[in-house]
């Protein structure tokens, strides 16, 4: 992808950005005998995307190199160079159509991630929790969450051939396993689990066929479904993925797949059902006494976050039918701070044209008929929940009340 240099302008700008971002800050003899040609943009994984320069320094005249741009919401650091090509032409020989080099790149990717990992499988930076027993493994993680350690090393190969994970360098896969061993959580998306199983039966493990790649994995990736009662009975499914070393017969962690709690019902309330991804969530909308409008209902925690003093006050809320004027109040205030001053300011022929598309209250009372009908009860603890709905006044932003001890914050 090559800019066309129309006029001095265009060239002496691209030049001065690239010296103000430090782009060039590890290039041999300095960055501003460098000059920008282009760029290289990926968009497929992994994507990548590099600044080409060519070289004026007469030590290697001509040269092509490559640094990562700095964004205003990247990486703030100079990248490593990497010298591509020994002058234009020779950079241009390397240049062909998609459906020949992506082949070449996919091959040498891969041998890339084979030599780095393999350099990281004989020196990890951090040994994982390990035992000859997956059941017996499972149930130190139980009792002793905050001290176990999950296996960054096949975290780190399960990214690379399920997510397309990139590694370019030894240090950057070893800073990956260390994170991915200390801070990765027992879920891959949500902070770790706090909770506190009963009843624990372990399964037989089976062989991970999960999609996406699961069939380029070193063998042996296991997975181990766990039954548990947690919380106030309730039962709690889950799914780890195992790793087990044919060399040592020791098992370790990987992560957790899974964790679902189908159904809950609660009286007065409905069905709540839990899984890892979106936590506990009423499974049909709920309209509060104080609404006008049916809201999804979620609850923030874990697995046994449902207790009963969660469920008071989740009944509480619905039923609370005087928090309506203060609700309805604060929501007209907001609407006259939000929506008067740049409706007084346009002109009286668009003043009637907004009043025939949305309507003008004058009244706390009236203030529904200018919300949207997708609103959410997101219930943080037990005392506090947020209100959040669409608002015609502001559509970029709607309206969210945050509620704690029925005082609005």
Request: charged share 25%; glycine share 6%; net charge negative.
């Amino acid at each position: 992808m090559f800019e066309a240099a129309e006029h001095e302008t265009f060239c002496r700008s691209g030049y001065t950005n690239y010296l103000e971002r430090n782009e060039g800050g590890r290039l041999p003899h300095g960055p501003t005998l460098y000059f920008p040609i282009g760029k290289i943009e990926g968009e497929f994984n992994p994507s990548v995307s590099l600044r080409l320069l060519v070289n004026l320094n007469g030590q290697d005249y001509g040269s092509i190199w490559g640094v990562r741009p700095i964004g205003y919401f990247g990486d703030q650091t100079p990248s490593e160079p990497i010298r591509l090509a020994d002058d234009l032409v020779s950079f241009l020989e390397l240049i062909g159509p998609s459906r020949k080099l992506q082949p070449i790149a996919a091959k040498n990717n891969a041998a890339l991630f084979d030599r780095l990992f393999s350099q990281y499988i004989a020196a990890p930076p951090i040994e994982p929790t390990a035992m000859d027993n997956p059941a017996a493994l499972l149930n130190f993680f139980f009792a002793n969450r905050e001290t176990t350690i999950f296996d960054g090393a096949r975290n780190i190969e399960k990214q690379r051939h399920t997510r397309s994970a990139r590694y370019e360098t030894a240090e950057g896969m070893a800073e990956a396993g260390r994170s991915m061993a200390e801070n990765l959580p027992t879920n891959p998306f949500h902070g770790s689990t706090p909770v506190r199983r009963r009843d624990v039966k372990i399964g037989t493990p089976v062989k991970y066929d999960g999609i996406y790649g699961a069939d380029r994995l070193t063998p042996h990736y296991m997975v181990v479904s766990v039954d548990s009662v947690v919380g106030e009975n309730l039962k709690l499914k889950e799914e780890y993925l195992l790793f087990h070393d044919q060399a040592s017969a020791n098992w370790s962690i990987v992560h957790r797949l899974n964790s679902t709690i189908p159904g809950v019902k609660v009286a007065g309330v409905g069905v709540f059902a839990f899984d890892s991804t979106y936590k506990w969530q009423l499974k049909k909308k709920v309209a509060p006494a104080w609404s006008e409008l049916k809201a999804e209902l979620r609850v923030e925690g874990e697995e046994d976050a449902l207790t009963a003093q969660r469920i008071g006050f989740i009944k509480e809320i619905i039923k609370k039918a005087d928090f309506r004027f203060t609700f309805e109040a604060y929501v007209f205030k907001l609407y006259q701070e939000r929506f008067y001053p740049e409706f007084e300011a346009m002109a009286e022929h668009e003043q009637k044209d907004w009043a025939k598309a949305f309507p003008v209250v004058l009244d706390p009372s009236e203030i529904w008929q200018l919300l949207g009908k997708k609103a959410s009860i997101h219930v943080e603890s037990d005392a506090i929940f947020e209100f959040h709905v669409e608002a015609g006044f502001d559509p970029e932003h709607g309206v969210s009340v945050r509620v704690q001890d029925w005082q609005i914050k």
